[in-house]
């Protein structure tokens, strides 16, 4: 079992940034891949950034530029920068891992609320 908790999200204006923390309750070698999906109201939930166990990155064409994700080995720890924020950014922001198990499995946190007013 894993336990992922969030935090940083919040109410800031158009343009404004904030910074997503995802801490794990292990360590995150034990991971083969984390990431950041976010799901507005009455949508479905989205991919927005993930980042590999080598560093690897990928981002929805929505964010590129604006947001970079990253991790910190040391206090396992996976976070979202995002940067430009706009109106259509508002979303519920839910930390994602998928395990290095011959099983992988994956566990969600229990998600942060970024509102973004225009």
């Known amino acids: 079992q894993v336990q992922l908790v969030e935090s940083g999200g919040g109410l800031v204006q158009a343009g404004g940034s904030l910074r997503l923390s995802c801490a794990a309750s292990?360590?995150?070698?034990?991971?083969?891949?984390m990431g950041w999906y976010r799901q507005a109201s009455g949508k479905q939930r989205d991919l927005v950034a993930v980042?590999?166990?080598?560093?690897?990155?990928n981002y929805a064409d929505s964010v590129k530029g604006r947001f970079t994700i990253s991790r910190d080995n040391a206090k396992n720890t996976v976070y979202l920068q995002m940067n430009s924020l706009k109106a259509e950014d508002t979303a519920v922001y839910y930390c994602?891992?998928?395990?290095?198990?011959?099983?992988?499995?994956?566990?969600w946190g229990q998600g942060t609320q970024v509102t973004v007013s225009s």
């Open positions: 292990r360590n995150i070698f034990g991971f083969s891949r």
């Open positions: 980042i590999t166990s080598g560093g690897d990155t």
């Open positions: 994602y891992v998928l395990t290095r198990d011959v099983v992988a499995l994956s566990f």
